[in-house]
């Protein structure tokens, strides 16, 4: 069993910068690869970026690659999300989740965490 919460989202400029954190917790928690999804009002939920275990394997979706850099720190139990640049287009809840392999796909992921959003204005 594996418990997330994300942490540090919140009301920023555009142009501005934001470091998601999702706290992890959980038997063999170091084996789990992570993954960052995000929803924005009335839309679907959608992939933005996953990492393996090891961080050797990463992936982004277009629409934030060059701008958002995920990283972890397995000895914190912790997955990062860096975003820089931020546009009015990234308004959404950040999502993290925890699976066995770094897919771009939701459900390949079997925890998810409750949520943080992130706002960015004009």
């Known amino acids: 069993q594996v418990q997330l919460v994300e942490s540090g989202g919140g009301l920023v400029q555009a142009g501005a910068s934001l470091k998601l954190s999702c706290a992890a917790s959980g038997r063999t928690l170091s084996s789990y690869s992570m993954g960052w999804f995000r929803q924005a009002p009335g839309k679907e939920r959608e992939f933005v970026a996953a990492i393996s275990w090891s961080g050797g394997t990463i992936y982004y979706a277009d629409s934030v690659k060059g701008r958002f850099t995920i990283s972890r720190d397995n000895a914190k139990s912790t997955v990062y999300l860096q975003m820089n640049s931020l546009k009015p287009e990234d308004t959404a809840v950040y999502y993290c989740?925890?699976?066995?392999?770094?897919?771009?796909?939701?459900?390949?992921?079997?925890?998810w965490g409750q949520g943080t959003q992130v706002t960015v204005s004009s």
């Open positions: 989740a925890a699976g066995l392999v770094p897919a771009t796909s939701g459900p390949l992921y079997r925890y």
